[in-house]
């Protein structure tokens, strides 16, 4: 019903930027909130900040001051820019969506991951 795709991982010196995309497709009605995760190898699932449609941030103090969440409501994306990266940023980024559909249901979407590596 919905497809969340993640794009912009890859490799990345310590103190360098990466932009991860995530875009929405499917029987979208409109899309409530927006966040991004992540998962390092061995460790639980890590949320790192969040987007009402509003346009209203959240983060956690792990990536406060570094990283910034932004959306496009009209192209239903939501993107993380990440500026000074760490070798411990390395993980897994995974996107999440609260999405009402067309039918009015509202789920929960994750999409497939993209991963992040930082070199020293």
């Known amino acids: 019903q919905v497809q969340l795709v993640e794009s912009g991982g890859g490799l990345v010196q310590a103190g360098g930027t990466r932009r991860l995309s995530c875009a929405a497709s499917?029987?979208?009605?409109?899309?409530?909130?927006m966040r991004w995760y992540r998962q390092a190898p061995g460790k639980q699932r890590e949320w790192l900040a969040a987007?009402?449609?509003?346009?209203?941030?959240n983060y956690a103090d792990s990536v406060k001051g570094r990283f910034t969440i932004s959306r496009d409501n009209a192209k239903n994306t939501v993107y993380l820019q990440m500026n000074g990266l760490r070798p411990e940023d390395t993980a897994v980024y995974y996107c999440n969506a609260e999405v009402k559909l067309v039918s009015r249901a509202i789920i929960d979407s994750w999409g497939q991951g993209t991963q992040v590596s930082v070199s020293s």
């Open positions: 987007i009402t449609s509003g346009g209203s941030t």
């Open positions: 499917g029987s979208i009605f409109s899309i409530n909130a």
